[in-house]
């Protein structure tokens, strides 16, 4: 049984009963059926149907695939009555709580307005860790050691922590971490967005969790077939790629509705009072933009707005803005499980 605390009362909450609530209410909310979720992660409809009903406690990477299929912060799924606060003040002895097993996650943040930075202290057993499944999201990640050992692998380089030592990196880097010793292992795990608009685990992209779906289309942006397109609204085509078994089996040019199928006055009066692109009347035009990609698991530009981002996102299709421009070597990145989703670029 592990402790939640919430208000300096102790409630006792199993962690599993707790991210089963939390689970079905943000996929209820965002109209979501567990197959369709389960695509979207990347994680298998049974494993999430065990997860949902409080049959299985799912590991760190396997809440961070949650919290990035979702659009949601990780600590969200430990959260009960929500209060939007400047100042978050957590005595040592009310923090609140999830246990997965022996692998304890309190969290320093709770109720903090806007959530731009998620602080963690993390407990864990010997030879306990993050999970089998590398996690990539975006921004950066601040670890601190408190006491014990602690092993972060961060790509292909591994770093052994002990007591005050600290790890700074770019969090689209493939990592997970391990308590390698045979004592208790204690640290400090922060989030960061990178940027402004980003909630920390709201746009985290699992990029390992899509790559094993070998059997699926990428649609990518483009003018001429060959390059990635700046501009995903202004765009004439989409270039689409079947994988199969991870391999390239035909590509496919289709026709892409664009603003210059659009009256230009109303494009413009849409956006005078809300984000680029955020509008109802924007959500439609999208709408008709990704009609042709439907059957399409990804799509792929050099530049987006942040209400195609969001209206790709609602039709299960995974947005992706890319610094690549060449088609062919964007592709073989996502193929490697190495292309990156550049937030920062959304304008």
């Given at each position: ?304 707005g942040m209400g195609a981002y969001e209206s790709m996102r609602q039709f299960n299709i995974q947005p992706l ?27």
């Amino acid at each position: 049984m592990s402790d939640f605390f919430s208000n300096n009362d102790r409630i006792e909450f199993p962690a599993e009963v707790l991210v089963a609530r939390k689970l079905r209410e943000l996929r209820s909310k965002q109209g979501l059926s567990l197959r369709s979720l389960a695509e979207r992660s990347g994680l298998n409809v049974n494993t999430l149907s065990l997860i949902e009903n409080g049959k299985s406690s799912p590991s760190v990477s396997t809440l961070q695939q949650l919290a990035s299929a979702l659009g949601v912060p990780i600590g969200t799924f430990f959260e009960t009555a929500s209060e939007q606060k400047q100042v978050v003040f957590t005595p040592a002895d009310s923090r609140p709580l999830a246990a997965f097993g022996s692998t304890r996650m309190f969290n320093l943040g709770k109720d903090l307005a806007g959530r731009f930075v998620q602080p963690f202290l993390m407990t864990l057993q010997a030879g306990m860790g993050s999970g089998e499944q590398m996690i990539v999201h975006s921004g950066h990640e601040f670890i601190y050691c408190l006491n014990g050992i602690l092993r972060y692998q961060i790509d292909q380089q591994e770093y052994n922590l002990q007591a005050g030592d600290s790890l700074l990196f770019e969090a689209h880097l493939p990592h997970c971490w391990e308590n390698t010793s045979d004592v208790e292992t204690q640290f400090l795990l922060i989030l960061f967005p990178s940027d402004h608009r980003e909630e920390p685990g709201g746009r985290h992209f699992t990029l390992n969790a899509l790559k094993k779906e070998f059997n699926m289309k990428i649609a990518f942006v483009t003018e001429d077939g060959k390059t990635i397109s700046q501009h995903f609204g202004r765009a004439p085509y989409y270039l689409v790629v079947s994988i199969q078994e991870g391999e390239v089996v035909d590509r496919e040019m289709r026709d892409k509705l664009g603003h210059r199928q659009f009256h230009e006055d109303e494009h413009a009066k849409d956006h005078n009072h809300h984000s680029h692109g955020g509008d109802p009347g924007s959500h439609k035009k999208h709408a008709s933009m990704a009609e042709t990609i439907a059957d399409c698991k990804v799509v792929i530009a050099s530049g987006m707005g942040m209400g195609a981002y969001e209206s790709m996102r609602q039709f299960n299709i995974q947005p992706l803005v890319t610094d690549f421009n060449d088609i062919d070597a964007a592709l073989q990145a996502f193929l490697q499980g190495k292309l990156i989703d550049h937030t920062e670029l959304l304008h």
